[in-house]
């Protein structure tokens, strides 16, 4: 089981670009996908993007690609989520999160999860 720490979060006017690291402690850190998730007030947690363990396999929830990118640095036991062209609906708390290998599946698939990091985008 892995431990998840999120940072790079904060108030950013739209238009402008984060980058979200979450960076992991424990056993066998390669063997694990990576998956951001978001929550906003009122809403239901959603999926955002993730990584196989390998990073061959990446994925984007429709609503980010081409603006939002997920990386991984497996000597760093990190995993990035560059965040550019911020849009006011992306403001939420942003999770990441761990599952064997590969991204599919759900979000109760995920076994770890980190504490959350604030994102806020308003001008």
């Known amino acids: 089981q892995l431990q998840l720490v999120e940072s790079g979060g904060g108030l950013v006017q739209p238009g402008g670009s984060l980058r979200l690291s979450c960076t992991a402690s424990?056993?066998?850190?390669?063997?694990?996908?990576i998956g951001w998730f978001r929550q906003a007030p009122g809403k239901e947690r959603e999926g955002v993007s993730c990584i196989s363990s390998t990073g061959g396999s990446l994925n984007y929830a429709d609503s980010v690609k081409g603006r939002f990118t997920i990386s991984r640095d497996n000597a760093k036991n990190t995993v990035y989520l560059q965040m550019n062209s911020l849009k006011s609906e992306d403001t939420a708390v942003y999770y990441c999160a761990a599952k064997r290998y590969y991204c599919s599946g759900s979000k109760t698939d995920f076994a770890s999860w980190g504490q959350g990091t604030q994102v806020t985008v308003s001008s």
């Open positions: 424990g056993f066998s850190f390669q063997n694990y996908a």
